[in-house]
């Protein structure tokens, strides 16, 4: 796809094999980024307090600075793309967390059947894996 789209010109191979290598460990966070997009709607639909969110997310960005920081020296671009993947999975980890929390203030927390998410989300992340692999 990136050759496809993006090999011309000053683009050449070698550029698009780096390309390939960092969106492969991208691949890893994408699980994460859309587990974020969905949760992140499920506290403000349920009238949830909106500072775990914006607080959870701010931890998210602080791990992925610190491990960017630390990675990046030895693995260089893919350092970064696997501290980005690191601190999505952290922010949605956080996120379903919250979300299961008893109570908050007056408000019930969300029910997840955390058995049945991860049972479906097996398959998904068997396909992440695969590609990363690939």
């Known amino acids: 796809m990136i050759e496809l789209l993006f090999q011309r010109g000053a683009f050449t191979a070698a550029d698009t094999a780096a ?3 960092v969106m492969r460990v991208y691949a890893l966070g ?9 949760l992140v709607r499920c506290y403000f639909s349920a009238g949830r307090p909106r ?3 914006v607080g959870v997310m701010a931890a998210g960005i602080v791990a992925t600075s610190v491990i960017g920081a630390l990675t990046v020296g030895r693995w260089g671009v893919a350092g970064i793309a696997a501290a980005n993947a690191f601190g999505i999975t952290v922010t949605a ?13 007056d408000r019930p927390g969300v029910t997840v059947g955390a058995r049945r ?4 989300l097996a398959r998904p992340v068997l396909a992440s894996a695969l590609a990363v692999t690939a």
């Open 51 to 53: 500072w775990y969110p």
């Open 30 to 38: 994408l699980l994460g980024q859309t587990l974020v997009g969905a």
């Open 93 to 105: 980890a956080l996120l379903l967390t919250g979300l299961r929390a008893a109570r908050s203030g």
């Open 19 to 21: 390309t390939a290598g």
């Open 117 to 120: 998410v991860l049972a479906e």
